[in-house]
């Protein structure tokens, strides 16, 4: 009993595809890296904090939308509440760059911009922050994805992107 | 192996039908509003045409269908499981048995205490329970005890593997107990966040000793608990595919000591991954996504040992029966067999649940898919497949092991596995599918403004699993509860399906059968992948948000 012999014994190829899972996970996480460093796809930072009971007192949220800081560079500051955005609506012509500034004054919202990479958790509190360029002129919905009660299914709004 | 063969009393198997018979309870009535949900989207509402007022919402119904499917069914199934595994693996008696009844107690304690005010519409808040959502505090209060409560059964677990570990000093443990225990240990690892939540901050609140609370902060804590919480209930059917699958489908496991090794990579890499949940996150910086990300990453690599491990276990099975050719042996595999069917194709289904787990841990790439129906789509393959109908599968066999009573319509029970396995690839498909396309998860699409007519098709799909899955879910019930009240006795005896090792396990390395290196291993592991974070969240939390009732 005490002379058997011990080790992992493992399989020829057993080994290989351990191997293999290695790789494939090195190479997914390359793939993320590089497109995440070289390409720009990105996920939210912390941008900055603010008071949800008092968003008036807060410079960038008393007035909630569409500023232009440069020729069609935009900065877009919105408001989530129980059940709508505001503003509801933001028109730019095509070609425009917009960041995103979102906070809520209640509770936990989602912010998801149809068919682009902007995709937000809304934390009270925070403010969630993504850049998009809108290439193609169309409606864009953004809506509400996370559970905020009962009216959550009907929260969107929309960007408007003209020729 | 071994000589000494303890057989469990009377007593204790009826202590783990009690928990059997909870769990089986909880997803017959949370598994009644998935179908109801899936049916909204294709654009038959039940809720508002006959549910009211007795459910007040779709919401009410989406937090009983999460709350008692994946918080109860799965708990009372996995610690009565384990009750057996450690008993019948240690080959002994629990040590202290009032302590498992104390844990059990408290854990029933908790579900009828967290259950009442989600009935009365007073915690309509789903079972991630974000604040500044504010439930009923019996629904924070119940929730805690049914964490309590496991916690207590896996403490009564622990007491008893010492004891037999100074009875045994030069045994390897036995591989059931062994998995079940690292199970347990991860589990109560994990929920220390969820408790931080729940007893600092969403307790002392709703009951109005504290103001306010930061959101983000809470986020951070459920989703230390919420993703090795899938672990929690993905590793007892591991067991069932390692130590217990190959014995039923006519074979031996492949390799005791990489079963015992993934065991040990899930205890370490489990836990600190739960940025990967919050990659959208306002608060979190991307650095440290980007670090959960990779370990993430890791912890798909002891998952893919086990696919390896249990395919070559059948493999070994199907050559035992007869089996010839590269593939010939699949079909010498006993389908016809409830319960391995169960697992099998809980199995086949599972193949795409990972596929899609990677890709929603895959940092930027969750940008896509973050809160959509995608998520739901991805989670039925894993949690509500992979473990559900394993789960359902360990109940063919055991419940005849328990009562001594025939099972009830074996070709119910192989038509009820078939069902759940089309209603889910239907269901689970087109979720993914809107997903993709936009669909939000957790939103009543039926009445949503932005949902253009194209996806019609695929939101019926979703309705038409929905219904499907319905009439699975109760077949299943119908040949449990059939089995327990049926006069048909086994002919003889079952014998728990415990399958030999190809080696002995004795000749397993002894480093596989030593907790502290492991333990440190995953300490470390969580200070460096949570420490800098909650320091920085917990020193600059404001403490501002009220609570909402907002349903």
């Known amino acids: ?163 | 192996m071994t000589a000494n063969t303890y057989q469990l009393t009377a007593k204790e198997k009826r202590f783990i039908g009690l928990h059997f018979i909870f769990a089986i309870a909880a997803i017959s009535i949370g598994g009644l509003f998935g179908p109801f949900q899936a049916m909204e989207h294709a654009g038959w509402d039940f809720y508002t045409k006959f549910l009211n007022p007795i459910f007040h919402s779709y919401y009410e119904g989406l937090t009983l269908h999460g709350v008692l499917n994946a918080l109860i069914w799965t708990t009372f199934f996995i610690t009565g499981f384990m009750t057996f595994l450690v008993i019948y693996g240690l080959k002994r008696p629990l040590r202290y048995f009032w302590l498992n009844q104390i844990g059990w107690w408290t854990m029933v304690v908790g579900l009828v205490t967290a259950a009442i005010p989600i009935l009365l519409n007073e915690a309509s808040v789903l079972y991630t329970f974000y604040p500044p959502m504010k439930a009923h505090w019996a629904f924070y209060v119940g929730v805690t005890l049914v964490v309590v409560g496991s916690w207590i059964e896996g403490w009564g677990f622990y007491l008893t593997y010492m004891k037999w570990r100074k009875e045994n000093p030069k045994t390897r443990t036995p591989l059931i107990a062994f998995m079940a225990l690292i199970t347990m240990v991860m589990w109560q690892i994990a929920t220390l966040g969820a408790a931080a939540e729940l007893l600092v901050d969403l307790i002392p609140w709703s009951l109005g000793l504290r103001a306010g609370l930061d959101p983000q902060l809470d986020r951070t804590y459920f989703w230390w608990t919420g993703h090795p919480l899938v672990y929690f209930w993905l590793l007892p059917a591991y067991i069932s595919w390692y130590a217990f699958l190959p014995r039923q489908a006519g074979g031996k496991l492949f390799s005791d000591s990489l079963a015992r090794f993934s065991f040990w990579l899930f205890l370490l890499l489990s836990v600190p991954v739960g940025f990967h949940h919050q990659y959208v996150d306002p608060g979190v910086p991307s650095g440290w996504k980007m670090v959960h990300s990779l370990l993430t990453y890791s912890v798909f690599f002891p998952s893919m040992i086990t696919a390896f491990t249990v395919v070559a276990s059948l493999e070994n099975a199907g050559r035992a029966n007869g089996g010839k050719g590269l593939l010939g042996w699949i079909a010498k595999l006993p389908w016809n067999d409830p319960s391995v069917l169960a697992q099998l194709l809980a199995g086949i289904l599972y193949f795409f649940g990972g596929i899609g787990g990677l890709i929603n841990a895959s940092y930027n790439v969750n940008l896509v898919v973050h809160n959509t129906a995608w998520v739901p789509g991805h989670f039925h393959l894993t949690v509500s497949t992979a473990v559900t109908l394993t789960f359902m599968g360990i109940l063919y066999w055991m419940v005849p092991y328990l009562t001594g009573k025939k099972l009830w319509c074996k070709k119910c029970a192989v038509i009820q596995v078939w069902l759940w396995f089309i209603g889910m690839t239907i269901f689970s498909n087109a979720m993914h599918v809107v997903g993709l396309l936009g669909a939000p998860r957790r939103t009543p699409l039926g009445q949503a403004p932005y949902i253009p007519e194209e996806w019609a098709g695929h939101l019926f799909r979703v309705g038409l699993g929905g219904v499907i899955l319905l009439f699975s879910l109760y077949l299943f019930v119908a040949v449990m509860v059939g089995s327990v009240l049926t006069k048909k006795q086994v002919e003889k005896e079952v014998e728990p399906p415990v399958a030999d090792s190809l080696l002995d396990p004795q000749t397993t390395p002894r480093w596989l059968d030593h907790w502290a290196p492991w333990l440190i291993g995953a300490a470390i592991l969580l200070i460096i992948a949570y420490g800098p974070q909650l320091i920085y969240q917990i020193s600059t939390a404001q403490f501002t948000s009220p609570g909402f009732r907002v349903w």
């Open chain 1, 1 to 163: 009993m005490a002379n058997k012999h011990e080790s992992m014994h493992m399989d020829a190829y057993e080994r290989t595809w351990m191997i293999v899972s290695i790789l494939m996970l090195v190479v997914f996480f390359g793939a993320v890296t590089v497109a995440g460093l070289s390409f720009g796809v990105r996920v939210p930072d912390p941008v900055s904090r603010v008071n949800p009971n008092d968003l008036a007192a807060s410079v960038t949220f008393a007035e909630p939308g569409l500023k232009e800081v440069a020729p069609k560079r935009y900065e877009a500051y919105i408001v989530a509440q129980t059940w709508s955005f505001n503003p509801r609506e933001i028109t730019v012509p095509v070609g425009s760059v917009i960041k995103f500034y979102v906070t809520s004054k209640d509770v936990q919202h989602g912010f998801k911009l149809q068919n682009t990479n902007v995709n937000m958790q809304i934390v009270p509190g925070q403010v969630s922050s993504l850049a998009v360029k809108f290439d193609k002129p169309g409606e864009y919905n953004f809506i509400c994805t996370e559970y905020c009660g009962i009216g959550h299914a009907a929260m969107y709004g929309k960007v408007i992107v003209v020729p």
